[in-house]
């Protein structure tokens, strides 16, 4: 499948970003920057919720998404939070679990949760001290089981 420099097909092949290109339209130049109040550019979607994150997740940047049942698991530079959208437009935070990493990404695969971290500043046993040697850095692979997704 073609390419684009950031490895992204889907930007290339669908076709409401081939007319917006030959119109010249960007539709997210002009909006305003912010952590929890940027501007959106939203097209054929309706949201939901803009429910805040905990103070603990609230300063980093979230990245992933992962969802199984009535769940939402999103992946963030402090750890990962599971979110119950029974409700879309009310999500309510099942657990959150700050472990520090340069990513936190999330996959599930039947009751399995999967999180992928790596970067100088994580730790393996979660702590937010921060490091002070070699040995506690590093890439890892966590893993959580979902069969009690509040108590994993």
């Not at 429910?51 to 199984?68: Q, R, V």
């Not at 599930?108 to 970067?119: A, P, T």
């Not at 002070?132 to 959580?144: N, W």
């Amino acid at each position: 499948m073609p390419r684009d420099y950031r490895g992204s097909w889907h930007r290339l092949t669908h076709p409401e970003h081939r007319v917006c290109r030959r119109a010249g339209l960007r539709p997210r130049v002009g909006l305003r920057a912010g952590l929890h109040d940027a501007g959106q550019a939203i097209r054929n979607l309706r949201l939901l919720s803009a429910t805040p994150p905990p103070p603990e997740f609230a300063k980093s940047t979230n990245l992933d998404l992962a969802f199984t049942g009535n769940y939402a698991i999103q992946g963030n530079y402090n750890g990962w939070q599971i979110w119950d959208i029974s409700n879309p437009s009310r999500p309510t935070l099942a657990k959150g679990f700050v472990c520090p990493a340069s990513q936190s990404d999330v996959s599930v695969y039947r009751n399995l949760l999967f999180i992928s971290g790596e970067g100088l500043e994580g730790r393996l046993d979660c702590g937010t001290q921060g490091v002070q040697d070699t040995v506690s850095k590093g890439a890892a692979a966590r893993t959580a089981d979902l069969r009690h997704q509040r108590h994993p």
